[in-house]
């Protein structure tokens, strides 16, 4: 037997994910960017009407309202997306809704003086407002962290092994969102889940005029025969006699959003009316925004990793930030509901289809805005059952928490020292929010429950986000146990290059500001 030699057991370390048909500043041609960018906006949907969905109903709201949230959400959510793309990270990413700012949104919501109104169009009016004010101050957090390069400079403590498992936990931390949902209505979920992965990995090398039709194209196609599929099911009397459980999560006449949408509605600022402030309830939204402020560093990461693009350097992180906040702003401004961050979704997408291209996210963005102006267009393609979604996410969220992991390629994993950052904090940040959820869901309300509801919101926010309970252990780990003389061990040497705007050629090619705006607005 021949010997082996040491470079056919090993892979060096590669910065740029390489394999993809097109990076961050390569676009595909006009017909197949089109394509991939409604893939975008499809796959936007389901959290742009899922959020809504378990919202407005407990504020006081009709089906109606319920539609023009959704529209107002994917309007802003287009507009965010090419602020994004254009002036902040201007990586490839989707800025959407976002989960964790649901906890202090339902203090809001149940909060004494709100759940008095007796009126529940009057009671929706005000608890959106009161959303409203509090989004609204909280956002200058972002943009202070972000444009004071204050989080710039926090993100010189980040290195792989510190960084790993929180992109990681990015992934793996919404298992809830993936099979739990699929289970609920297994005979279209499970269809979709196999459907998908066949498509996307076992027949991504079937091309037609040299395209590789379904690695690209197979969210569109799986999603267009599961839906007709469901469509069967449900006009064929399948779920006529199932619990409304099943019904919600089967049928595809549900969400009733196709009646209730209007034809054409343009959402614009303060149309709930004056957004009014309480500093308690601003108070509380602040632990969303940190928590959305941490989630999206992890995406950008990833995002840069999916979109063959070199790590972003301290300074565009601290842009994207700062534009994150204004995009937070703009949430409070057209009453969107929810605060906005990355989605993860999306982020994974990039992965799937091998498409990195910011050309393709920017136009998923103009569809975001043009359909949310169209309503009853928009609200037929809202009208997908989020089961469907489900099975999607199980892919896509596994893809991300494999990004993360394969930052590890720049550390020593024969060190005992990482192997206890890196399994600790992806423990403790599965195991922490796993804890908070399961003790909210007995008691109905969070483990902190303190008079001061701020101070709750908090708690109860902060630790029931994965990343977040994770960049607090693997930073604080990595930074403080045995850090003499082990940079090399960490990974330091791979990413000190990508630390300032100057440190490598490449960052001029992937961030630099359009239109020339770099003269203007120099890299710090």
Same mark, same amino acid.
């Given at each position: ?284 939204? #602040? !632990?969303?925004?940190? @928590?959305? +402020?941490?989630? *999206? &560093? ?9 979109? /063959? =693009? ?31 961050? #990355? !989605?993860?979704?999306? @982020?994974? +997408?990039?992965? *799937? &289809? ?9 136009? /998923? =963005? ?36 494999? @990004?993360? +992991? ?119």
């Amino acid at each position: 037997m021949s010997e082996v030699k040491p470079e056919e057991i090993s892979h060096p370390a590669m910065e740029q994910l390489q394999g993809f048909e097109y990076c961050i500043d390569s676009n595909p041609p006009w017909g197949e960017a089109i394509i991939l960018g409604f893939q975008h906006y499809i796959l936007a949907l389901g959290t742009a009407v899922m959020i809504p969905t378990v919202l407005v109903p407990m504020m006081g709201g009709s089906d109606g309202d319920r539609v023009r949230v959704v529209q107002t959400l994917l309007f802003v959510t287009g507009i965010n997306t090419l602020l994004q793309s254009l002036f902040g990270t201007r990586l490839p990413t989707v800025i959407g809704g976002s989960y964790a700012f649901v906890i202090p949104i339902m203090a809001i919501v149940q909060d004494s003086s709100l759940a008095a109104i007796t009126d529940n169009h009057e009671r929706f009016l005000q608890s959106m407002r009161a959303i409203q004010g509090a989004l609204i101050v909280s956002s200058s957090i972002q943009i202070i962290l972000g444009y004071s390069q204050l989080w710039g400079i926090f993100s010189r403590f980040f290195s792989p092994v510190g960084m790993a498992p929180v992109v990681a936990l990015l992934g793996f931390g919404l298992f809830e969102r993936g099979f739990p949902v699929v289970g609920r209505c297994v005979e279209v979920g499970l269809p979709m889940l196999i459907l998908f992965v066949v498509l996307s990995q076992y027949l991504k090398n079937v091309q037609i005029r040299n395209i590789p039709v379904l690695e690209r194209f197979s969210l569109f196609i799986c999603i267009a025969l599961v839906w007709a599929y469901a469509q069967i099911l449900t006009s064929g009397g399948a779920y006529k006699h199932s619990n409304a459980i099943t019904q919600i999560n089967c049928r595809t006449d549900r969400a009733n959003l196709i009646s209730s949408a209007p034809w054409i509605k343009i959402p614009y600022p303060l149309q709930w009316g004056a957004p009014t402030f309480s500093a308690g309830q601003s108070f509380g939204m #602040v !632990s969303a925004v940190l @928590v959305s +402020l941490i989630e *999206s &560093t992890a995406s950008y990461n990833a995002a840069a990793r999916l979109a /063959s =693009a070199t790590p972003p350097p301290a300074h565009i992180l601290s842009r994207g930030i700062g534009w994150q906040g204004i995009g937070i702003l703009l949430s409070g401004l057209f009453g969107t509901g929810i605060g906005s961050t #990355v !989605s993860v979704e999306n @982020v994974g +997408l990039l992965g *799937s &289809t091998r498409i990195g291209s910011r050309r393709v996210i920017q136009i /998923s =963005a103009g569809f975001m805005i043009f359909f949310s102006m169209l309503g009853k267009f928009g609200a037929l393609f809202a009208s997908i059952p989020f089961t469907i979604f489900a099975a999607v996410y199980c892919v896509l969220f596994g893809l991300v928490a494999a @990004v993360g +992991l394969s930052f590890l390629q720049f550390t020593n994993m024969n060190s005992m020292r990482n192997l206890f950052i890196v399994g600790v904090s992806i423990f403790l940040g599965l195991s922490v929010p796993e804890y908070f959820f399961r003790y909210s869901m007995a008691a109905q309300r969070g483990p902190a429950h303190t008079k001061a509801g701020w101070f709750n919101d908090y708690i109860n926010t902060i630790f029931s986000s994965p990343p977040t309970v994770g960049l607090m252990v693997a930073v604080f780990l990595d930074n403080t146990l045995e850090v003499k003389d082990a940079a090399r061990d960490r990974g330091m040497p791979a990413w000190v290059p990508f630390r300032s705007f100057k440190g490598d050629s490449r960052n001029a090619e992937f961030y630099s500001l359009p239109f020339n705006l770099n003269r203007f607005f120099p890299p710090s």
